[in-house]
């Protein structure tokens, strides 16, 4: 049995610690420059609730589980304090490659995201180049968030895999493309792993990669899966080895990726929480942000400053504690 989602508390009691901001992006990430979330202060802390617009109410429901989990019950002991952490390169030419990198610091390991809409397989194949160029020694991972389709992942995985790819994350949207994927790759001998993220995320049964045999390794986030424990749980169950990463989150949605990737029994991998890199400001004055390519375990308190410059308008405002409420009533009816 999944461990439950924690117990939701009053949403008067949310409301009264609530504040909606938007951030501005440096670069273009999902299709967007601006960067909303809403942050709650519970007793325990700060959490996070920022499922993207066009997510569902059910789906959000897990989101806010998380967020609740951070600010009113707190994490698991950690068992490390120093989590590595990879650099993320958006869908940007190749010339802004150099540009993007340089905010990270050292780079270990860099995610780069592949089969945007829009651009070809030769926009990816110039972006990887400029990232191995840059990075002759790292790590380097693609996602591609299930933008082929089997017979184009298989000829852009077979193809890309020139540079040296440490895994591929969610090359096709369905677990049995996984399969086919992945059992395509071994069958012509092309060294590529297979990562599972928004088939574990998104997924209403998300073991189901696990028993298909469509992954090497899994994509685990704290928000979409209903907070820490509850990805614990998902990671024990599946066992397979796991990446922490995170939902495009400003520094307190980070302390909860950080508090995951510090519990879990292994970490062989960099984690994709180096995102707040991304932003052109946070909500703290210290954001959790790599250092010689980790990040070591702190917590994050909002600062007020930056809570009222980066308020969004009245009307998102509106938007987001309206959905907070529809959200809050489908969880605490569970």
Same mark, same amino acid.
């Given at each position: ?9 009053? &949403? ?14 440096? @670069?273009?990430? $999902? ?17 996070? &609730? ?24 707190? &994490? ?11 650099? *993320? ?39 990887? !180049? ?19 389709? @089997? ?6 995985? *077979? ?30 001998? *092309? ?16 073991? $189901?990669?696990? $028993? ?6 899994? @994509?685990?986030? =704290? ?11 998902? =990671? ?10 995170? !939902?495009?989150? *400003?520094?307190?949605?980070? %302390? +909860? ?44 308190? +909002? ?5 009222? $410059? ?15 409420? %529809?959200?809050? !009533? ?5």
């Amino acid at each position: 049995m999944p461990t439950p989602l924690p117990t939701v508390p009053p &949403f008067e009691e949310l409301l009264a610690g609530a504040h909606v901001v938007s951030l501005p992006m440096r @670069v273009k990430f $999902r299709g967007i420059m601006e960067r909303e979330s809403l942050l709650l202060h519970g007793p325990a802390g700060w959490g996070e &609730f920022c499922p993207f617009p066009e997510y569902g109410d059910a789906e959000a429901s897990r989101w806010l589980a998380a967020a609740v989990e951070a600010g009113w019950h707190g &994490f698991p002991a950690p068992l490390r304090s120093v989590i590595p952490v990879n650099a *993320t390169v958006p869908a940007v030419p190749a010339d802004r490659v150099p540009d993007v990198l340089a905010r990270f610091g050292r780079v270990d390991a860099v995610k780069v995201k592949v089969a945007e809409q829009g651009q070809t397989l030769d926009d990816d194949a110039a972006r990887l !180049a400029a990232v191995r160029s840059a990075l002759p020694d790292a790590a380097v991972r693609v996602d591609a968030n299930g933008g082929w389709d @089997v017979p184009a992942a298989v000829e852009a995985l *077979t193809r890309l895999a020139a540079v040296g790819l440490e895994y591929a994350e969610q090359p096709v949207p369905t677990v049995e493309g996984l399969a086919q994927v992945r059992r395509a790759l071994r069958e012509a001998g *092309t060294p590529v792993l297979i990562a599972a993220d928004e088939s574990v995320r998104k997924e209403s049964d998300p073991l $189901r990669v696990a $028993r298909a045999g469509a992954a090497d390794l899994i @994509v685990v986030k =704290v928000a979409p899966l209903g907070g820490v424990r509850r990805a614990l749980d998902i =990671v024990a169950q599946a066992g397979l080895p796991a990446v922490v990463s995170s !939902a495009l989150d *400003t520094s307190v949605g980070i %302390r +909860a990726g950080l508090a995951l990737a510090a519990a879990l029994p292994d970490l062989p991998y960099a984690c994709g929480l180096g995102t707040v890199s991304l932003f052109e400001s946070d909500i703290t004055r210290d954001p959790l942000v790599a250092d010689d390519g980790a990040i070591r375990l702190r917590d994050v308190a +909002a600062d007020a400053g930056l809570l009222e $410059r980066y308020a969004a308008s009245a009307e998102r405002r509106d938007w987001w504690l309206d959905r907070l409420r %529809r959200v809050h !009533a489908l969880l605490a009816a569970h």
